[in-house]
């Protein structure tokens, strides 16, 4: 099976920056997009941004947009995401995801697989 796994998270102070890593293993798949979601204690899980293998391009969410930054290597199945200018309201569980026919990257039910999560907490 396909294990996807984050590492990175922490306890931050505002303005401060953080870089969360994730990493496929098992089953070798081919994914079109990996991407990242996070979700807050009592709210819904939300888009923070992901990148498509074709043509490497990149989408974020307004909230992230000039403060995170998405990277990875396709042939590894890796994605990383650089998270500077840290606010309290980006506290949550952060969550890596793939799949193989994404096109809405935005959407979180267009990907099969997805990490356990790692806790990034931001204090102000």
């Known amino acids: 099976q396909v294990q996807l796994v984050e590492s990175g998270g922490g306890l931050v102070q505002a303005g401060g920056s953080l870089r969360l890593s994730c990493a496929a293993s098992?089953?070798?798949?081919?994914?079109?997009?990996m991407g990242w979601f996070r979700q807050a204690p009592g709210k819904e899980r939300e888009f923070v941004a992901a990148?498509?293998?074709?043509?490497?391009?990149?989408s974020y969410a307004d909230s992230v947009k000039g403060r995170f930054t998405i990277s990875g290597d396709n042939a590894k199945n890796t994605v990383n995401l650089q998270m500077n200018s840290l606010k309290p309201e980006d506290t949550a569980v952060y969550y890596c995801?793939?799949?193989?026919?994404?096109?809405?990257?935005?959407?979180?039910?267009?990907?099969?697989?997805w990490g356990q999560g790692t806790q990034v907490t931001v204090s102000s």
């Open positions: 098992g089953s070798i798949f081919s994914s079109n997009a």
């Open positions: 990148i498509s293998w074709t043509g490497d391009s990149t």
């Open positions: 995801a793939a799949g193989a026919f994404v096109i809405r990257r935005y959407d979180h039910t267009q990907y099969p697989y």
